[in-house]
């Protein structure tokens, strides 16, 4: 196995950590055949939804990153400018950008100063959404559909200026999010149905007709593939059809029941001939094709949840799952899908950064053991670093010890 290679070296550690037939997804940064080699060897050992159509996760933070990224191309040789005035050492997030920019705003000329600010504006405005959801720790999926469509309506807007110099801008980078958008539309939208606060509207606000006809459609076809496999580990856990202690009774047990079975029978028919009896079954008929909803549609049909502070769509699905037992694993894996491999202040990066090497050659019990730690360690607690120097420095730390 050559572990100079992405995909052998993910392929490893699922099979190091025996999780070859639970992976739903793969969530990378940037294009390539990394995610379809990995869900070929998947596929062998078990049943993706839709066929792996949902396998690779492209990582929003990503293309967040590119689409700005693209915007500041546009300013270049000012940006270079500034550097080389200034001597900038500062780290490549965007975010930073507009800042390293602002501060140097009186040396550029007029035309320069004008670029800038509206390269500033966009890029501020979308650090602005973004802001809201990279803060979390780790965002659920549901979380990144409302705030792409907000990105999504402000480029739009922007692509309409009079300004052409704003309107290609826009455009340029509306391109990268439309590709995205085109390539995530089912696991967004997925993931969002899946919050009590959005569901089918939210979707058609954001999804053309036929675009949101499509993705319920998706949602159907992965939802019964969840109820065929909830009614095969019931039949397997199932009693058989026949009633305790049967084959234990003699003969004539077994002819006394059999009378006994027949005599009902012929009972039943006889009510059923009843008009009064017809009746009654033709008046409950609807409310029996109710009772027959499934989870899905019952979800589907109540009202959505009004937005509240610090709601967990975890937590309520957690409450829910007796009420919906089989949407509620279906919820449970597509909840926990990433959609951004970074979160907090990593998820501005413009360039790529190689992976500690230390952290790679580690095996499972040792990485284990190191997580469950730096948990202990750190908690919950807010720090001023970014995730990932906080690993370096705790790993590090343990190196030491």
């Known amino acids: 196995m050559n572990m100079d290679l992405p995909s052998e070296a993910i392929l490893k550690s699922l ?52 689409m700005v990224k693209k915007g500041f191309e546009e300013i270049d040789e000012i940006i270079d400018k500034v550097k080389l005035l200034g001597g900038s050492k500062s780290p490549p997030l965007w975010n930073l950008t507009s800042s390293m920019l602002s501060d140097a ?104 007709d036929s675009r949101a006809t499509t993705v319920l459609r998706n949602l159907c076809q992965v939802y019964d593939g969840y109820v065929v496999q909830c009614d095969q580990k019931e039949y397997l856990l199932s009693d058989s059809s ?33 008009n009064v009896v017809k009746e009654y079954f033709q008046s409950v008929q609807s409310e029996d094709d109710e009772s027959q909803w499934s989870d899905l549609d019952l979800y589907l049909e109540e009202p959505v949840l009004p937005q509240m502070e610090n709601f967990s769509v975890l937590h309520w699905w957690k409450e829910n799952e007796f009420k919906y037992p089989q949407l509620s694993r279906m919820a449970r894996d597509f909840l926990a899908i990433p959609l951004s491999v970074a979160t907090h202040s990593d ?41 990932s120097e906080a690993q370096q420095n705790f790993f590090a730390a343990v190196m030491r010890s």
Not at 55 to 63: A, G, N, R, Y
Not at 255 to 264: D, L, P, T, V
């Open 105 to 208: 705003f009186t040396k550029f000329s007029k035309k320069e100063r004008e670029k800038v600010r509206k390269i500033c504006e966009i890029a501020d405005r979308i650090y602005e959404i973004t802001e809201a959801l990279f803060e979390f720790k780790r965002p659920t999926p549901n979380l990144f559909l409302p705030h792409l469509q907000e990105i999504r309506a402000y480029l739009v807007q922007e692509l309409g200026s009079s300004d052409t110099f704003v309107s290609l801008v826009a455009q340029k980078m509306l391109a990268i999010l439309n590709k995205y958008w085109d390539d995530m539309c089912v696991v967004l939208s997925i993931t969002a149905l899946l919050d009590p606060r959005y569901k089918r509207k939210f979707i058609e606000l954001c999804l053309s």
């Open 242 to 274: 026949t009633e305790s202690g049967e084959d234990d009774e003699d003969g004539d047990e077994d002819e006394k029941r059999s009378r006994r079975h027949a005599n009902k029978k012929l009972r039943n028919n006889r009510l059923e001939n009843l």
């Open 15 to 66: 099979k190091e950590y025996d999780i070859e037939t639970k992976i739903l997804s793969l969530t990378a940064a940037g294009t390539g055949d990394l995610a379809d080699i990995v869900k070929e060897n998947v596929q062998e050992r078990s049943k993706l939804p839709m066929n792996g159509k949902l396998f690779h996760v492209h990582c929003s933070s990503d293309i967040i990153s590119r």
């Open 347 to 387: 998820a501005y990066y413009t360039e790529p950064r190689e992976a500690d090497w230390r952290l790679l050659s580690l095996k499972p019990e040792l990485m284990n053991a190191l997580k469950c730690t730096r948990s202990w360690k750190f908690g919950y607690v807010k720090s001023n670093i970014s995730s």
